[in-house]
């Protein structure tokens, strides 16, 4: 097992453009069989099993988009689902953590891709390693980044809020100022374009009800007969973390790092929580030469 915490400038974040990384293909919105979301083929032969990334709270599939150009870049065929009642999902159904999962096992169903990559964070890494668990001979790598898969652990104290009595009133009170407010605070991680594409399924209520009902069916302790499985995966793994990251601490990617055989941990100094927002570039490049050397 490996770790190596990346020290230095985590926190510049630079919006990748074709003339930095080369000719590659837009991540394009559109349905993904019951879903929409993000996809991007390669321009020419692919080179590797399809790449599949869950994003996480309050994001949507749009924060692939630069990992997602350059996997296609490589030869990737990449799709990337939005889930939660979140980015351009209409889907009024509760957005429990159950059926979250439901629904992306029928998306994989559905798709029949073969053996794929996994890539997760946050909120997608519940779902997503869940998945995983139960089809351990459909993954031939995962990508690991800033989530919690532990039965034995806490929510942070924003989740704590929503998942009591007065959740209602804690997500109604999060206006557009208070959320850009929020995403701001984390540098120039997110710039205006982000944060209006992100704060849109909260203009009709949408985003407020996907939290509400995310956070309080997420009780840890369902994790556990999935927890056990981990192991059991046995595809080469990528654990990529913000060393600074205050909603997943670094301690959950060591006790996943312990639980994974093999795992190789990354943890970038000065990064918080959104590591693909506030490291792009280093993020860009350890996902994709870690999927290079795993194939």
């Known amino acids: 097992m490996t770790t190596r915490l990346h020290l230095g400038r985590g926190r510049v974040n630079h919006r990748l453009r074709p003339d930095r990384v080369g000719s590659v293909a837009s991540a394009e919105v559109k ?9 991007a083929l390669p321009r020419g032969d692919e080179s590797g099993d399809p790449v599949v990334l869950l994003h ?10 630069p ?24 889907d009024a159904e509760p957005a429990t953590f159950e ?13 029949d891709l073969g053996p794929i990559a996994l890539v997760v964070h946050d909120w997608g890494g519940f779902v997503g390693l869940a998945w995983a668990c139960d ?32 959740g209602e009133a804690v997500v109604n009170a999060m ?5 850009d407010g929020l995403l701001s605070s984390f540098g120039n991680a997110f710039d205006d374009e982000d944060i209006a594409a992100y704060w849109a399924p909260f203009e009709n209520g949408r985003g407020q009800q996907a939290t509400l009902d995310f956070y309080r069916s997420m009780d ?19 654990l990529l973390w913000g060393a600074d990251d205050q909603f997943a601490p670094l301690a959950s990617a060591e006790l996943l790092k312990s639980q994974i055989p093999g795992a190789v941990l990354v943890a970038l100094d000065g990064v918080g929580h959104f590591v693909f927002d506030e490291a792009e570039e280093r993020s860009v490049e350890e996902v994709t030469g870690f999927l290079a050397d795993a194939a």
Request: aromatic letters at 8%.
């Open 31 to 39: 349905e993904l069989g019951r879903l929409i979301g993000r996809e």
């Open 99 to 111: 059926r979250n999962l439901e629904t992306f096992t029928a998306f994989m169903d559905e798709l």
């Open 175 to 179: 206006d557009r100022d208070g959320f």
């Open 56 to 65: 996480g709270y309050p994001e949507s599939s749009r924060m692939w988009e």
């Open 67 to 90: 990992l997602m150009s350059r996997l296609a870049h490589d030869g990737r065929r990449c799709l990337a689902p939005d889930l939660y009642g979140l980015g351009d999902s209409s």
């Open 220 to 238: 840890f302790e369902k994790l556990a007969p999935w927890q056990r499985k981990l192991a059991e995966i046995a595809a080469p793994t990528l």
């Open 135 to 166: 089809h351990p001979g459909e993954v031939s790598a995962l990508v690991i980044s800033d989530t919690g898969f532990n039965s034995e652990g806490e929510w942070h104290g924003m989740a704590k809020a929503i998942r009591g009595p007065e």
